[in-house]
């Protein structure tokens, strides 16, 4: 039962009673006080610790909506516009043309040796490259006899090179699917839309079929990219959890390094849901300190540059026709009364604003059926949500994450191409959200966009687009607001606000260890503040030491 | 390579595809069927019909089974193909939102297996009005559009003056579909899988019960096969499905299917007996107008 008093340049807590300290004590892994060195110094016994008198403490971050499987994309070879870092803190350049790509690709290839193993790639985004399509004969130029597959930043579309198709069967005329454009020739060029055109082709290249679960190795890199990101806690919102992979998670999470709390969520596909409910009920029990179950993710629709999100009217920017239902609202309406019955939290990926409004209106009803106090029922995504929706869920008592990183990425691209301006401007619209009253968070949606909150927090102070312009200035939120959003506000989303999410007595010694201070740097240049590493439950995690 | 036909069948939830899986299960006849379906909980087979359960696969009185598909239909597809032994026809049960269009393309891109059809199944008394909700209105237009064959499910709940302008509404939603009314999803299942026996020649097709009626075509010297099965499928004459073997006017054997409007003719081997079974409603088949067409082809 030893106490250790950590010193600090400052420490911010995000309790209001004490915005800021000069020290933290912790013990047994939970803060024991915090405040000045004499008010600490009556707990009795401590060692203090100097060494991090230089550095801004403020509570360990928390990721609302991400996936592990980032952790296992690092893997493959990094082939993005813009410049990321691994999880071994190699920053990989962003690649700015189809040549660089190949290059970088070829580079890789030559260190292959048996040539039959695929070599995969990921995060490649030619919407920076004029939209300039990638055809299987780019591909070609890395390689004409080694399967090569590369999966692109929004995770929905693939490319692959000649010998990937012919090993799938594809590479014959008279192919006719929506997701297989041909080429000239009256083959397929190569590119793979949706997951009906890359299921058949992933396997030969690398992708196995769950892609949306981590694996052991995955799921240790991911938590050293959470700590490189200062992120103590984390979702994982999408995962299949059967019994192997729960069991893993399990084990790894419970090493004694390992850094981060996991909260998987169980996603509704594959089963009823009367089953999913059961299913979730059970697995909660199996909870512990860091990994936590007992959630569930259901998903209303597609995606916005996809043109698979629900729209109302007047629906796409670019006259496209309304995306897809992946969730009936029938289905919807069902499983928020089964989970509100069980006491089951589930939070919903609504892109488009009929999906977040049929979520609103399947959820009304749920809740006439079972009142449930403290629900806390959360919509992610929600990037299309106007000022009715937000007052809507405010009074249902309903929480949001909104997605902050989306409108960096792909924020030109709605302006321009898939919702136009008016509601480009008012995307992701955390000012509305907080005048509502919504409980909110902002995400990242890794590895759709790197992990890292202060990134995050930057986007949805700034607003600023790839491109560089601001948009939507009326949207704009604080930095007290942002930090608020990634801590407090994400661990709310998830029941864990008591636990986590300020450096507050009682809770988890759960910090982030920064070298400037995001209060007073230029809100311009929050995102450059460098991470030194987290403590986890009064672990130390330095980032250079991973 | 033998081409497994699947068929898909659509529809919105609480249309009756649960129920018509039942009875198509039931009516099989020793036909293998298998059936995948999007998720289990959404499928209840009836119990007498389960005669095991196991790893995910159920086994059904008669040689059926069924398995349930999740996010890889391809892959549950392709593991149909490797049980021994394998089965004769296989039904994909889409989800409710489904666009069954979607699945044929994706199914499509494996050479193993042949569209046999889509079936959308719509509630008769309700579609109408489901089809001009707000958040599935176009997914139901959507379906029907795709349709090949439509069951118009629970007529018995439809009043009477209302059947006309349901069927006239359904040639304008699914215009490329036949449109089988049915009660309870009682379909002639050899009408909705074109499991018809391959005809011997001149005999009268075995299956027909009193609602459908078959016929047999089997002229003896080769005619226009294309032409033929194009009139067949979309001419009007009743036919709800074709199937069989006819030699084309240069005396090669071919392949003939023809599902709702839809029609396909492809080189066969010589080892087929030569004959086309037509099926269709009883009242609605007009035998003679198809007999002077085999004529008009020759």
Same mark, same amino acid.
């Given at each position: 039962m030893s106490t250790t008093i950590y010193s600090a340049?400052?420490?911010?807590?995000? &309790? #209001? &009673?004490? #915005?800021?300290?000069s020290h933290v004590a912790v013990r047994d892994g939970r803060i024991l006080g915090a405040g000045a060195l004499k008010d600490l110094e009556g707990w009795g016994d401590y060692t203090l610790d100097e060494? *991090?008198?230089d550095k801004v403490l403020m509570p360990g971050m928390v990721e609302g909506h991400a996936h592990t499987m980032e952790g296992t994309l690092w893997r493959n070879v990094y082939v993005g516009w813009f410049d990321r870092m691994d999880p071994d803190g190699k920053v990989w350049s962003g690649l700015k043309s189809i040549d660089d790509v190949v290059g970088r690709l070829s580079e890789e290839e030559r260190k292959l040796e048996d040539p039959s193993t695929p070599l995969s790639g990921w995060a490649l985004d030619p919407i920076y490259m004029d939209n300039r399509r990638v055809t299987r004969h780019d591909l070609d130029r890395v390689s004409s006899s080694r399967p090569i597959g590369i999966l692109h930043a929004s995770g929905h579309i693939m490319n692959v090179n000649t010998k990937a198709l012919e090993l799938a069967g594809l590479l014959k005329p008279g192919v006719n699917h929506p997701g297989i454009p041909l080429g000239d020739d009256g083959l397929p060029a190569g590119e793979l839309y949706g997951p009906d055109a890359m299921t058949p082709v992933g396997p030969h290249v690398g992708f196995d079929r769950a892609l949306t679960d981590c694996d052991e190795r995955g799921l240790i890199d991911y938590a050293k990219l959470c700590v490189r990101a200062g992120v103590t806690t984390s979702t994982d919102l999408a995962a299949q959890l059967t019994d192997d992979s729960v069991a893993m998670m399990l084990e790894v999470t419970g090493r004694p390094d390992f850094p981060a709390r996991i909260v998987p969520l169980r996603v509704f *596909?594959?089963?009823s849901a009367e089953e999913i409910v059961t299913y979730v009920v059970k697995l909660k029990s199996q909870s512990t300190e860091q990994l936590r179950l007992g959630r569930i993710k259901a998903v209303a629709d597609g995606s916005i540059q996809g043109f698979s999100a629900r729209m109302r009217w007047p629906g796409y920017y670019n006259g496209a026709p309304n995306g897809l239902w992946y969730t009936s609202p029938d289905q919807m309406l069902e499983l928020y009364k089964r989970a509100l019955a069980a006491g089951v939290q589930v939070h919903t990926h609504t892109n488009g604003d009929q999906a977040t409004q049929m979520a609103l209106d399947m959820l009304e009803p749920a809740l006439k059926a079972h009142p449930s106090p403290d629900h806390r029922f959360t919509l992610q995504h929600c990037q299309l949500a106007d000022a009715a929706q937000f007052r809507q869920m405010a009074a249902m008592d309903m929480c949001v994450n909104l997605f902050a990183n989306h409108h960096f990425y792909w924020g030109d691209e709605h302006y321009r191409l898939t919702v136009g301006p008016e509601r480009a401007e008012r995307m992701n619209a955390c000012r509305t959200a907080l005048a509502s009253g919504v409980p909110m968070a902002i995400h990242s949606d890794a590895p759709v966009t790197p992990l890292g909150p202060l990134f995050t927090a930057w986007e949805a102070v700034n607003r600023i687009t790839a491109s560089g312009r601001t948009q939507g200035e009326g949207e704009k939120i604080s930095v007290a607001e942002a930090l608020y959003a990634i801590t407090i506000g994400a661990a709310y989303t998830l029941h864990l606000d008591h636990e986590i999410g300020s450096i507050e007595i009682g809770k988890k010694a759960d910090l982030a260890v920064l070298e400037d201070d995001p209060t007073e740097v230029d809100p311009t240049e929050l995102k450059d503040i460098k991470v030194w590493g987290t403590v986890q439950n009064g672990r130390i995690f330095a980032a250079e030491d991973l | 390579m033998t081409h497994l036909p699947v068929s898909v069948i659509g529809g919105y939830l609480g249309a009756g595809k649960t129920t018509l899986v039942n009875h198509l299960l039931r009516q099989a006849n020793g036909l293998r069927l298998a059936v995948l379906v999007n998720e289990f909980g959404e499928l209840a087979i009836d119990e007498d019909l389960i005669e095991a359960e196991e790893d995910g696969l159920i086994s059904i009185a008669g040689g059926c089974i069924c398995c349930s598909f999740g996010n890889d239909l391809i892959g549950a597809l392709q593991r149909l193909t490797q049980m021994t032994p394998p089965p004769e026809h296989i039904l994909v049960e889409s989800? $409710?939102?489904?666009i069954p269009g979607a699945i044929v393309s994706t199914m499509l891109l494996s050479e193993a297996f042949r569209s046999d059809g889509v079936i959308v199944v719509v509630d008769a008394e309700t579609v109408q009005q489901s089809a001009r909700d707000d958040y599935i209105g176009d997914t139901i237009t959507r379906q029907l559009s795709d349709a090949e064959i439509v069951v118009a499910n629970k007529m018995d709940l439809l009043p009477a003056a209302s059947r006309d302008q349901l069927m006239d509404w359904l040639a304008d939603a699914a215009p490329n579909a036949i449109v089988l009314p049915a009660t309870r999803g009682q379909v002639d299942p050899a009408a909705l899988l074109g499991a018809v026996p391959n005809p011997g020649s001149g005999s009268e097709a075995s299956h027909s019960d009193r609602l459908f009626e078959g016929m047999v075509l089997a002229p003896d010297l080769g005619c226009d096969t294309d032409w033929l099965a194009e009139q067949i499928a979309t !001419? $009007?004459? !009743?036919?709800i499905r074709a199937k069989g073997h006819l030699r084309n006017q240069s005396g090669a054997m071919t392949r003939i299917h023809t599902v709702g409007k839809r029609w396909e003719v492809t080189h066969a081997t010589e080892d087929h007996d030569v004959g086309l079974v037509c099926l269709g409603y009883r009242d609605a088949l007009d035998k003679s107008a198809i007999m002077r067409l085999v004529e008009q082809s020759a």
């Open positions: 340049r400052k420490i911010i807590t995000m &309790n #209001p &009673n004490q #915005p800021v300290v060494r *991090f008198a *596909f594959g089963m | 989800s $409710g939102v489904a !001419g $009007g004459f !009743g036919v």
